[in-house]
Nanobody
Framework: QVQVVESGGGLVQAGGSLRLSCAAS????????MAWYRQAPGKERELVAS???????IYADSVKGRFTISRDNAKNTLYIQMNSLRPEDTAVYYC???????????????WGQGTQVTVSS
């Protein structure tokens, strides 16, 4: 069974910084891509940033230059450093882990429960 757990959310003033972490655990799992998504009230969940096992990254235009995604493959851990936060960054942030297609798993797509990030103006 795969578990994905986020941590590091909280309340911060506009212009401040937060660092979120995500730990994926399970017996002998192989993780390909990992990503951060967010969902604001009344809006659809959107991709914030993703990173492959080879450390290639993709960012949403709205966070480019402010957020940095990274991962530790040995620890199956994902991070995102969020700087210059804005009120519009307020959302629940979710971690996603996709398991390697080379191996059989009952389920390949795993989500955490989410962590709240609130940016006050």
């Amino acid at each position: 069974q795969v578990q994905v757990v986020e941590s590091g959310g909280g309340l911060v003033q506009a212009g401040g910084s937060l660092r979120l972490s995500c730990a994926a655990s399970g017996d002998t799992i192989c993780i390909s891509a990992m990503a951060w998504y967010r969902q604001a009230p009344g809006k659809e969940r959107e991709l914030v940033a993703s990173v492959t096992s080879g450390h290639s990254t993709i960012y949403a235009d709205s966070v480019k230059g402010r957020f940095t995604i990274s991962r530790d493959n040995a620890k199956n851990t994902l991070y995102i450093q969020m700087n210059s936060l804005r009120p519009e960054d307020t959302a629940v942030y979710y971690c996603n882990a996709d398991l390697c297609a080379d191996y059989y798993y009952p389920q390949y797509d795993h989500w955490g429960q989410g962590t709240q990030v609130t940016v006050s103006s």
